[in-house]
């Protein structure tokens, strides 16, 4: 083992303590949780982002890997097994679920978005320490954007756009409109075989093969590969991927494929669930894409945590269901959009299964919960501090509680506590409010929106007082 894999082993990836998949509607059972109904069964295909180890966790779902040799992953961008692995990076594994919802790998593949160097870093939201939160960059021209959901692995802090620009690094992105949403970056020391990656809509300008503005150089038809050819290129949407020598200017191809897209698909007949970014929605259509893919929608296909007038391009989803005539056919379609925010210390243990009292709202940990601990730190205990992403859900007995997608584990701690909800307003309490199924002594105009931003601190008659109150900047009421 490598001393990567070792201190990614130690310090990054830890896997959810979830015992089961937390259902999206709340379940059922005295906590008010319960393991989800549907899931696949049988055999088929998950494509989303690793959130753990010890086996892999992907959607959700922890899979076994034992039954592949060396637990080799399939990819040709340098990876050798899953101890290579890093949480984030988009994985499609076809495998068998137990009735347990816990599944069996049979194969792994991965394969890079794009290889090459960082540029044009530009970060537009910075968190409570100013460390970057969300922003924009581009490798050889195509525009790639990193947010909280995006896992991040530098070798030195990522504490200004200067900690990105000019590294290599390897991307594992969804397609996002035009450009791109970054579900891992990390820094490499070398680039494999000294071939960049490139990813985008493949077009001839004069005889050039350009991907934007990106110049591409094609030796001769053996370089391309899985059914591609030179003429498909030509038509509208076709989106490639090109893997190739560069020389600071031009690529010289090595390899020229269909993209990512295909990761997507699926066997006719197979179920299939993938995660990943909407396109091409409109309200009153039966059909969108995720990720390239068409999914069909039907009056059997149930919505979690949206209406399905909710949906937007660009949302990340999580999209369950069959694979027919190269569409999914969606069972389910759930929100994978944090819309909800916590920062605070923690407290002590939560009163739902793996769950814990961070700053008065209750966060409950799933297999989709991706963890990350401040050097030194390798677990949640009272008294360190936590800043959790998650979507706000109610249980069946009518309690709130923030699902967590993100957790950052932090040793420094803080009286000054924050989180970003959505107010309750059939709640009635003299002199206070509540937001994410916390009541807090409040003394502030209360704003007329429906999302807002709160700064608070332990105290009052009801454990917490609010400080600060305004509405939350992406609140469109």
Do not use: H
Not at 140 to 168: C, M, P
């Amino acid at each position: 083992m490598t001393s990567d894999q070792l201190r990614k082993r130690l310090s990054l990836a830890i896997a959810p303590v979830a015992f089961g998949i937390f259902s999206a509607c709340g379940g059922g059972g005295g906590g008010g949780i319960g393991i989800a109904d549907g899931g696949i069964r049988g055999t088929g295909s998950s494509v989303g982002p690793v959130s753990g180890f010890g086996s892999v966790f992907v959607n959700g779902v922890k899979f076994e890997t034992s039954n592949i040799l060396n637990r080799r992953v399939e990819n040709n961008d340098g990876l050798s097994s899953e101890d290579d692995l890093e949480k984030g990076m988009i994985l499609r594994v076809a495998g068998e679920w137990s009735p347990d919802g816990t599944g069996t790998a049979e194969s792994l593949e991965y394969d890079d978005t794009f290889r090459g160097t960082a540029a044009n870093v530009s970060v537009t939201t910075v968190d409570s320490s100013g460390s970057p939160e969300a922003g924009t960059f581009s490798v050889l021209g195509q525009t790639i954007s990193f947010d909280r959901r995006t896992v991040i692995r530098l070798d030195n802090e990522f504490a200004d756009a200067s900690a990105l620009e000019g590294k290599r690094v390897r991307i594992s992105a969804w397609p996002s409109g035009n450009s791109y949403r970054a579900s891992y970056i990390g820094e490499l020391d070398t680039l494999p075989e000294n071939l960049v990656e490139l990813e985008g809509l493949g077009r001839y300008d004069s005889g050039d093969l350009l991907i934007g503005t990106q110049r591409i150089i094609v030796p001769g038809d053996s370089v391309f590969a899985d059914g591609l050819t030179a003429d498909a290129i030509g038509q509208a949407g076709q989106r490639i991927e090109v893997e190739g020598e560069y020389d600071g200017a031009i690529i010289t191809a090595r390899t020229i494929r269909p993209a990512d897209d295909r990761r997507y698909e699926g066997q006719e007949g197979e179920d299939i669930e993938i995660t990943g970014t909407v396109s091409d929605y409109t309200p009153r259509a039966t059909s969108f894409f995720v990720n390239g893919v068409a999914v069909s929608i039907t009056s059997d296909t149930e919505f979690d945590d949206l209406d399905r007038d909710q949906l937007t391009d660009n949302m990340l989803v999580r999209v369950e269901g069959d694979f027919r005539d190269g569409t999914i056919v969606a069972e389910e379609v759930e929100l994978f959009e944090g819309n909800a925010e916590v920062e605070a210390s923690v407290i002590k243990a939560g009163r739902l299964p793996d769950s814990w009292d961070i700053g008065g709202v209750i966060v409950v940990l799933t297999n989709s919960t991706v963890i990350e601990f401040d050097d030194g730190l390798s677990s949640i205990s009272p008294g360190v501090s936590a800043e959790v992403e998650g979507i706000e859900r109610t249980g069946n007995d009518g309690n709130v509680f923030l699902e967590a997608l993100t957790v950052e584990v932090e040793s420094d701690s803080s009286p000054d506590y924050e989180l970003t909800g959505r107010i309750d307003r059939t709640y009635t309490g003299s002199g206070s409010i509540k937001v994410l199924g916390l009541v807090l002594n409040n003394t502030q105009p209360v704003p007329d929106c429906d999302i807002v931003e709160v700064e608070y601190l332990e105290g009052g008659s009801t454990g917490y007082v609010v400080d600060e109150l305004e509405c939350a900047e992406d609140d469109d009421d």
